[in-house]
């Protein structure tokens, strides 16, 4: 139930930036609503941690700080996650961005605390 990564940059050791593409046929979809089929926050903070592990590997998730969901992802979307890790903090910071034909639109961003 993962979206398709389409690119992946690391800018920096404690950063990391992905192109999804959100296919219609993901099950996250399945229900969510049936007339305007939307992406689930939960589904986004899934892809959040899992990505995650990556910048912060053997951390489990601890708490959420500050979500925001800004606009709604809907199906055949092509997405930009950008997440940074703040190791002082145990902080995974992360922004959701639509990228459209000729915009960059925020999602949806916030921190998750992680605890070894």
């Avoid at 990564?5 to 959100?22: A, S």
């Avoid at 899934?46 to 601890?62: C, I, K, N, Q």
Wanted: aromatic content about 10%; glycine content about 6%; overall charge neutral.
């Amino acid at each position: 139930m993962n979206p398709i990564e389409v690119r992946r940059t690391r800018p920096t050791e404690n950063q990391l930036c992905l192109h999804l593409f959100v296919p219609a046929t993901l099950g996250w979809f399945q229900g969510h609503f049936p007339v305007q089929p939307l992406l689930p926050g939960v589904a986004q903070l899934d892809w959040v941690m899992a990505f995650g592990a990556e910048l912060a590997p053997d951390r489990r998730f601890s708490a959420i700080e500050n979500v925001k969901f800004q606009r709604p992802v809907l199906p055949e979307s092509l997405l930009e996650l950008t997440l940074s890790w703040d190791n002082a903090r145990s902080s995974l910071r992360f922004e959701y961005t639509l990228l459209e034909a000729d915009a960059r639109l925020p999602a949806g961003s916030g921190k998750i605390k992680l605890c070894p």
